[in-house]
């Protein structure tokens, strides 16, 4: 037995310990890990996009010194994505980069038409964007010289109960948000499982484990530099495309998109077609309805919009629309339930709400599958959004310079 | 459970604390009950098939021992065999054989529409079911059988060896569990040397060279002749990296208790012939097809062609025991080919009186090391491809090597070509590297290097592999090539 004579055998075990050679390394590996992390090894910044996916482009776009401060951000995943752009395409008559366009110019020229007021918008829609993704947006991102007036949230039930995904980590705007900021006061939301745990926990004991990427990502530009050098790619009339690397390897870099590559373009309403494809995919997606994640992406949710109301910025909510369809998918209650949050949320914490969840301005010929608008439907949508943001006063407020005070701040506290 | 996870990294120190706490008498029902949770995390269900076998067999295998006849103590034995290998069967080979029936159905025109039986491989059946059969074959043979059932039962659960081997062997095994171990830091040091340097082959090796691999079989025509060479390779250090990480770590996990498994391997690349390959290469397994299928159909006692007509059937076995599809039986049958023709040769070369010193020189001994790792690699083909086409195509391109060789240049190479993922050109470097390291290894071996290697060299690579793994793991790691059989 290990512990068989207490005093002795303490002494002896205690003696082995120091004479292990596991236990050396062990220690010496935890002083290397610290001497790794007073020096920052192998780190990058943030906003070095080692893979560009629809994060990276969105965030660098954001960060740049053209677009200045939006007065509107758009959030949301796919459901806001998708028709705020393709209303656009079909808005300015060309074809739209998604890589590129991060604007309504459509929501601009309708608001200032209902209110009089000019804004500049910036569309923060992301596919999968999940509320935990959309808090890190706000709490990183959005504040100081880009602290927008008003936030624009679009969420579809999707957004909290997901249960094809594994933890708000998984997702791919969480990879680069997180790196803004530390999200330690979020781990109990992050990290809910205890092997999810037991992996950030560890992250942050140990520099290498948690700065993993970062020191890939430098090895790896450094041993590219070096074989560029030893053995450069032979001139070929053939080069090597992104097309073949992603024949080659479908599940290598598989969010990165290219510029032009994510196009949205002009359509006719002929062209705007109805399909159901994806119900198949939703009903995994609502299978099994995990109310921990419901719950804690709605925590998400309410902390967003305390961080927004702090520093001044009004939320306007938006349940977005979806089709009878995919609404029937979900568990009994589930709907009443997300609603009824959604509701309670926003009156809780001032934000304005759009309630479209289950309107009947909408129609199944509104819809490109069940639960995406198309440019038709988008339409709808932003003209009520700009009728409704015109018409709240607390939206106006917001927008208005001389109006000092939201939600009980005053603009010299923001 | 994955090796390779944080599962098993809460889990190992759990279970061996909780080991090394116990009395002696409640290690063996602790590990039990760890090899269950072990196996049960990944489907629960397929916990009582583990069980129901090795019920089966603890009952049934004291008959063949009991049998006063040898008729009988055969009549028991047969039946115990075949328990096995018809739930091997049913469980491994039921899509494979209604595949074949339904193609050979349909040559002669009768279409038939095979039930579709939603069986989903239980993990590590191919290797538990071969150590049921092995216990019941020795005990026919003499051996004694285990009285305990508890130590019966750990036997073929054992968490570290369970999903992949090593196969053991039970006269080895069991008698190590009534030893009442003390506890050594030396298992620690021995076994965590072992899980670093199995999970670095894994994760940093295999791992990496598995994006080449894939790329080149799933898409063998985006490739040049020597581009597939390199792949071919590749593929042929990933299955060794993978398999040979899976041992360490099985060998390392099972020294943390004291318990010491078999090895699998012995520098299978610098065997200098197909037959030192099988004795260097996957050894308990090679072990088993020898002593319980290619001997009791006779080994080598009938002659030449009896011996080669054993040979090519315990092979081709042996290829069909890995999976059930027809690139595994080619595999196999390749592999007793050229067990064949290698015999014919050493029977050639013995006849027409080569110089034994040119048999015995430097230069023959590594060309033949050089020839036999490249016909080992034309069989990984048939091992690594998803099916006989992909086969065909992969060595149709194999072999226009020479002529390819003759027009050389280094335009032709698509791996130069692809500087994203950068593992492509960097294996122009790594390939020649790894197959050196084998040299190095081997020569360290001969040296006795291992058997006492200087402490701050140990700590040194420990600490060297503690910060490559934290660093480079990546969060989903494939798993291991072997799970799949």
């Not at chain 1, 007021?117 to 923060?124: A, D, H, I, Y």
């Not at chain 1, 950030?200 to 290498?208: N, Q, S």
């Amino acid at each position: 037995m290990l512990l068989k004579e207490p005093g002795k055998s303490l002494r002896n075990d205690l003696m082995g310990i120091l004479r292990s050679k596991f236990f050396i390394s062990a220690a010496l590996f935890a002083v290397v890990s610290s001497l790794l992390a007073m020096v920052r090894f192998g780190n990058i910044a943030p906003t070095d996009f080692p893979i560009r996916t629809w994060t990276g482009w969105a965030i660098e776009d954001f960060l740049s010194d053209k677009q200045g401060r939006p007065n509107v951000v758009f959030m949301g995943s796919s459901l806001v994505l998708v028709p705020v752009a393709g209303v656009d395409a079909d808005y300015l008559k060309h074809p739209i980069d998604g890589s590129r366009h991060h604007q309504s110019q459509y929501f601009e020229d309708q608001f200032q038409k209902h209110s009089g007021v000019k804004v500049k918008t910036f569309n923060f829609g992301l596919p999968g964007e999940m509320p935990s993704d959309a808090f890190l947006i706000t709490k990183f991102l959005l504040k100081g010289e880009k602290r927008p007036d008003v936030i624009v949230y679009g969420v579809g039930p999707r957004d909290f109960m997901d249960s094809l995904l594994p933890s708000p980590a998984a997702t791919d705007p969480y990879q680069y948000l997180s790196r803004f900021g530390d999200v330690t006061s979020h781990k109990h939301l992050i990290a809910p499982e205890w092997d999810q745990r037991l992996n950030f926990e560890l992250g942050h004991l140990f520099y290498p484990y948690g700065h993993s990427y970062d020191i890939s990502v430098t090895a790896d530009r450094a041993v590219t530099a070096a074989l560029d050098k030893i053995l450069p790619a032979p001139k070929t009339d053939k080069p090597y495309t992104i097309a073949q690397r992603r024949l080659l390897f479908p599940q290598y870099k598989q969010m990165e998109i290219a510029n032009n590559e994510a196009c949205f373009r002009p359509t006719t309403p002929e062209q705007r077609t109805f399909d159901n494809a994806n119900m198949k995919e939703y009903k995994k997606r609502y299978s099994r309805l995990n109310w921990r994640t419901f719950t804690h992406q709605m925590k998400f949710l309410a902390d967003l919009m305390n961080t927004a109301r702090d520093r001044g910025t009004q939320v306007i909510l938006i349940s977005m629309p979806i089709t009878d369809l995919n609404r029937d998918l979900l568990e009994k209650g589930t709907w009443d339930s997300y609603k009824k949050s959604l509701k309670v949320l926003a009156q809780s914490k001032g934000a304005s709400y759009l309630d479209l969840g289950d309107s009947k301005d909408f129609s199944l010929s509104d819809f490109m599958d069940t639960v995406h608008l198309h440019s038709g439907g988008g339409v709808k949508l932003l003209d009520k959004l700009a009728e409704k943001a015109a018409s709240d006063h607390k939206v106006m407020s917001a927008l208005d310079p001389t109006e000092s005070s939201i939600a009980g701040l005053k603009g010299g506290q923001l | 459970m994955l090796f390779n996870s944080l599962q098993y990294l809460v889990f190992l120190p759990t279970v061996f604390l909780l080991f090394w706490l116990t009395p002696h008498r409640f290690r063996v029902p602790l590990l039990l009950v760890a090899s269950y949770v072990f196996y049960m995390s990944w489907r629960p269900i397929y916990g009582i098939l583990i069980f129901g076998l090795t019920l089966a067999n603890f009952l049934l295998v004291p008959f063949i021992e009991k049998a006063t006849e040898q008729k009988n103590k055969k009549i028991i034995l047969g039946f115990t065999v075949a328990l096995n290998l018809i739930v091997l069967g049913i469980f491994k080979y039921a899509y494979f054989t209604m595949d074949a029936v339904k193609t050979t159905l349909g040559t002669v025109g009768i279409d038939w529409s095979a039930p579709h039986l939603h069986i989903i491989l239980p993990l590590g059946i191919s290797f538990f079911v071969f150590e049921f059969i092995h216990y019941a074959i020795e005990v026919y043979r003499g051996k004694p059988v285990v009285k305990n059932f508890l130590d019966f039962a750990l036997f073929p659960s054992f968490f570290p060896t369970q999903i992949a081997g090593p196969i053991k062997r039970y006269q080895d095994f069991v008698p190590q569990l009534h030893i009442p171990v003390k506890f050594k830091w030396e298992y620690v040091d021995e076994g965590m040397q072992l899980i670093l340097m199995g999970l670095a082959k894994k994760v940093l090796i295999a791992d990496n060279l598995a994006l080449v691999v894939q790329a080149g079989f799933a898409h063998p025509e985006q490739f040049s002749s020597l581009d597939m060479w390199m792949i071919t390779y590749a593929f042929a250090f990933q299955i060794f990296f993978d398999f040979a990480g899976y041992t360490d770590i099985a060998r390392g996990s099972s020294l943390l208790f004291g318990y010491k498994v078999p090895i699998n391997f012995n520098l299978p690349y610098i065997a200098s012939n197909v037959s030192d390959f099988w004795r260097r290469w996957h050894i308990s397994l090679s072990t088993w097809l020898r002593d319980y299928l290619f001997i009791p159909l006779g080994g080598s006692r009938g002659g030449k062609w009896l011996t080669y007509r054993n040979l090519f059937i315990t092979m081709a076995l042996g290829g069909l025991w890995h999976g059930a599809a027809f690139h595994f039986l080619a595999w196999g049958a390749y592999q007793g080919i050229v067990l064949i023709l290698h015999r014919e040769y050493e029977a050639v070369m013995q006849k027409i009186g080569v110089h034994e010193k040119l048999l015995q020189s430097k230069v023959y001994h590594w060309a033949s090391v050089v020839f036999t790792f490249h016909v080992v690699c034309i069989g990984w083909v048939f091992f690594r491809a998803d099916d006989m086409k992909i086969a065909g195509q992969v060595l149709s391109k194999l072999f226009e090597a020479p002529t390819a060789l003759l027009h050389f240049s280094a335009s032709q190479l698509a791996v130069l070509q692809i500087r994203d993922p950068i593992i492509f050109p960097a294996l122009v470097l790594i390939l020649p590297t790894l197959m050196v390291s084998t040299f190095v290894v081997n020569w360290l071996n001969n040296k006795k290097f291992y058997q006492s290697p200087p402490w701050a060299v140990q700590v040194t690579v420990m600490v060297a592999l503690m910060c490559l793994l934290t660093i480079f793991t990546p969060d989903s790691s494939p798993r291991f090539i072997y799970f799949q059989f």
